[in-house]
């Protein structure tokens, strides 16, 4: 595995994770631009947690990290249907050695859609803080760039804290919302285009009772993301069965990786994937849309999944043995 280059800030900024909403904090810190290296330490009082999306705009080099995916952990106790994290026109940025959690007690309006979206260019920059908006995507260029590549996840694990607040995907690679299916734009001028977001590293993530998929990558030009020991385990504790006897649709995830726009065809990146482990997946470990680029998977264990791989509608138009590599364990 490749390693990572180190930050040039040597003394990180440190929070404090104790108990308390370290949103505020932590997204002065990461907009501010003054802290390339954020620390969150462990205090005595148990998890933190965010009130809000922490948004990360126009940043080149940024590291979060706790102390150990089993210590630090962050639960989500912000609004419903929206990401922890939003890495928007940014590059180089690494998280890393966290716990991300649903909220722990059944409390309404706080489904996690994702714990992490990354977008190419700056597509909500509006920040609230003490009253006070700011639009943080106003004024920039899009041609100057960084644009979103080589992002790294690293010691992660994602999952569901109980079976009210919902998690629905893991991690996602994302195309523009107002992206233009059929319509490849211009990579200098228009912020909508399908253009680079690729280059990801996924190195020990953990993904666990997802309901839609792990992880999500959408975009042609999105090529070069690698997966190293990843796991996606979709199976909730107790019986996958409903009273009827057959499948419980609430029970577990769609897919461990999903690449592709739902309903937009050229729009499937690629991925290699190096062992890891898939489970309790009700349509497929790997959902491919039409016409990727290369994938490779390899030394992956699956279990108590209903197929290892599907290609969605509508179809590619290339052969399939030459768009997929597969060595697996069944």
Not at 144 to 170: T, V, Y
Not at 298 to 306: A, I, N, V
Request: charged share 15%.
């Amino acid at each position: 595995i490749p390693s990572r280059p180190v930050m040039a800030q040597t003394t990180p900024c440190s929070m404090e994770c104790s108990g308390n909403d370290i949103w505020p904090e932590l997204q002065d810190a990461v907009v501010g631009g003054d802290c390339s290296y954020i620390l969150l330490t462990n205090g005595v009082a148990g998890p933190c947690w965010v009130s809000a999306t922490v948004k990360i705009l126009n940043r080149e080099g940024l590291r979060i990290e706790g102390e150990g995916a089993t210590t630090t952990e962050i639960q989500w106790q912000g609004g419903d249907n929206i990401p922890m994290f939003s890495l928007q026109n940014s590059s180089g940025v690494a998280i890393a050695h966290l716990e991300i959690a649903t909220a722990p007690h059944p409390t309404s309006g706080q489904t996690l859609v994702s714990a992490i979206d990354v977008y190419n260019a700056c597509v909500d920059g509006l920040i609230t803080v003490n009253g006070v908006e700011h639009d943080h995507c106003l004024g920039h260029d899009f041609a100057d760039g960084p644009g979103s590549h080589g992002n790294s996840f690293e010691n992660l694990r994602i999952r569901q804290g109980n079976k009210d607040n919902w998690l629905f995907n893991g991690i996602r690679i994302l195309l523009h919302p107002d992206f233009e299916p059929g319509s490849p734009g211009d990579c200098s001028t228009d912020e909508w285009a399908d253009c680079g977001n690729g280059g990801h590293t996924f190195d020990n993530v953990h993904v666990q009772n997802v309901h839609h998929s792990a992880f999500v990558i959408e975009g042609k030009a999105s090529v070069g993301n690698t997966f190293w020991e990843t796991h996606c385990t979709a199976i909730f504790s107790g019986s996958t069965l409903g009273d009827d006897g057959n499948l419980d649709p609430n029970c577990c995830g769609d897919s461990c990786v999903r690449s592709g726009r739902e309903g937009v065809p050229d729009s499937a990146g690629s991925f290699s994937w190096y062992g890891g482990l898939a489970g309790g997946v009700a349509d497929a470990i790997f959902v491919v849309h039409s016409d990727p680029d290369t994938i490779h998977v390899s030394g992956l264990y699956c279990e108590r999944s209903h197929r290892l791989l599907r290609t969605a509608d509508p179809l590619p138009s290339i052969d399939q043995d030459d768009m997929v590599v597969v060595t697996s364990d069944p």
